[in-house]
């Protein structure tokens, strides 16, 4: 545990994504509508990584982005915003009848279900049976039978419907604030986070700053991403801009509306993906950008205002088992003299 806890994995936006990402990787987002990793995004995008596979819960301004600029192939998504009505051609839409993305549509909860299933090491779970009259079941896409089955209860004999559990690449995500081994913690509008960052193979993640892990161990329960699933640790102030980060910044309601403005058209999508990701080479000239177009007051607008939550007492009597000399004050024996007479006692689990 000690060397997680020391690990130092910090590193640049553009060092995780070149390292720890393939063409042709399934990822998974682990923020929903509300913290996203939209810096890591336009990372995936400056470096032109491609056929990549995405699962998303609920979609925004990072998808129609990725698929703008062909990063993504494959989605499996619940929801994507689409706002202006039949007014506006969306780039999904677009996307969909070139050819150029194939759907997989699931519902929320058999979505989530797929990351909760593959974050507990189960090959499936089950779902609520009512969606077996609905096209999200009855409809196949490019995983064709890798969704759902029919299995019967051992308990009632009833026939039930599962889902199939998955274990994606990598996930992005996006919290408050993480320690430099990568212990993540977010508050605010969790969805699917935990079980989406669990289930991936490893994580990158971004945070709005890194503190000591004294600071993270003082306030266990708002840690979401433990240290030995991230590979990168990424700080990075406004790193969620225009989506909202409680204690930090509310939406840009305004500047996600000049996206999708723009992405109706194919040629203006294109300026604005090069103003406001080619050009910047990181998450700072982005925001030094947006100041020099709407000047530094248009953002301080956004910034949050404090609103602290009590603090809460975790102090206890507890105090460690193992006195100086390395024996156990309950059990009378040193680790060696313990690990040897669980060996006596056939109790040991063969690692190999």
Known sequence: MEKFMDADKRMTAREAVARFVRDGDSFVFANCLYCMPLALTHELIRQGKKNLMAFQQGGIEEIDQLLLSEVIDRLVIAYNFRSGGPRIVSPLDRALKEGKVVIEEMTNHTLLS?????AMGYPFLPVLPGIKVTDVV?????????????????FTGAEMLVVKGYNPDFALIHVQRADRAGNGQ???AMINSKWAALAAKKVILSCEEIVETGVIM???HLTIVPAHKVCAVVECPWGAHPSEVLGHYDY???FRALFVGSSANPDSARAWLDEWIHAPADRQAYIDQYCRRFGKKTLDAFRAKPFKSVPADYGSTFSLDWDEEGRSRTMGMTMAEFIAMLGEKGALIDGN
């Open 138 to 154: 009855r409809r196949r896409g490019f995983l064709g039978d890798q969704r759902f089955a029919e299995i019967r209860d051992p």
């Open 114 to 118: 797929m990351m909760k299933a593959g």
């Open 252 to 254: 840009d309601f305004p």
């Open 186 to 188: 977010l508050w605010g």
């Open 218 to 220: 003082s306030s266990p």
